[in-house]
């Protein structure tokens, strides 16, 4: 069973910035299409951005521009960085294979909360 553990996420005002890394356990990471979710208070929680095992990436359209996904295979590593916050960027955030490509896991991590606000 993969473990799944986000971090990076915090208080900032609109326009600023934060980078989450979400570290995966287990010997298949490299070869996994990786994803970051979202999902705020009262909302179905939405795919934002995914990596393949390539490196091509795609993006949900609000984010497209701001955020950046990554990838470090040798650290079993997957990062978001996100620029230009807004307030509407509010929510927790939680890794997980791509779901265009791929079922999620199960278990899913405790996510980190992204807060934008002045």
């Known amino acids: 069973q993969v473990q799944l553990v986000e971090s990076g996420g915090g208080l900032v005002q609109p326009g600023g910035s934060l980078r989450l890394s979400c570290a995966a356990s287990g010997s298949m990471f490299s070869i996994y299409a990786w994803g970051w979710y979202r999902q705020a208070p009262g909302k179905q929680r939405e795919l934002v951005a995914g990596?393949?095992?390539?490196?091509?990436?795609h993006y949900t359209d609000s984010v497209k521009g701001r955020f950046t996904i990554s990838r470090d295979n040798a650290k079993n590593t997957v990062y978001l960085q996100m620029n230009s916050l807004k307030p509407e960027d509010t929510a927790v955030y939680y890794c997980?294979?791509?779901?265009?490509?791929?079922?999620?896991?199960?278990?899913w991590g405790q996510g980190t909360q992204v807060t934008v606000s002045s």
């Open positions: 990596i393949a095992s390539g490196g091509s990436t």
């Open positions: 997980n294979t791509d779901e265009t490509i791929m079922i999620p896991f199960d278990s």
